[in-house]
């Protein structure tokens, strides 16, 4: 892990989730790669970590990929703020179901959306700088190198 203020799609990110199966177990931080591969995805197929990068909460429960994950798989990622079309992940927030490091990190991600050939931020924050917490879901997947 590396931390980065230009995250897309492929990138680690750290993130918060149970260390191991069952309802005691205690969280920790993993790096995971963002964008969802499924586990059933080919071990000789190339990861596309941009076909699935955002769940929407809407749609979730209808797409097999989400849906399945979402009793035992689910992790969290803290952020400072986010800029709805462009820049997303300002300064990661390590203090999560009190896991605290002592690093500050900065990462960020772009979301584009167009309205005609206009675009137009808009940085969503905490005033008093808490950090913001997102839910994710997420999968193992092996390529054919392991």
Request: glycine share 4%; proline share 8%; no cysteine.
């Given at each position: 892990y590396r931390p980065s203020y230009n995250v897309s799609p492929g990138a680690c990110l750290p993130v918060v989730r149970k260390a191991a199966v069952g309802e005691e177990a205690a969280p920790a931080i993993h790096c995971m790669?963002?964008?969802?591969?499924?586990?059933?995805?080919?071990?000789?197929?190339?990861?596309?970590?941009?076909?699935?990068?955002?769940?929407?909460?809407?749609s979730i429960k209808e797409k097999t990929s989400f849906r399945r994950l979402l009793p035992t798989n689910r992790c969290l990622v803290a952020v400072e703020g986010y800029d709805k079309v462009r820049t997303i992940f300002l300064h990661l927030i390590y203090q999560i179901l009190l896991v605290i490091v002592s690093q500050n990190l900065e990462r960020r991600f772009y979301e584009w959306k167009k309205d005609g050939s206009k675009k137009q931020p808009y940085y969503i924050h905490f005033e008093d700088q808490r950090p913001l917490v997102f839910a994710a879901l997420y999968d193992s997947w092996s390529n054919s190198e392991g």
């Open positions: 790669k963002w964008g969802l591969v499924p586990s059933f995805t080919k071990k000789t197929d190339k990861p596309d970590h941009y076909k699935m990068f955002n769940a929407r909460s809407e």
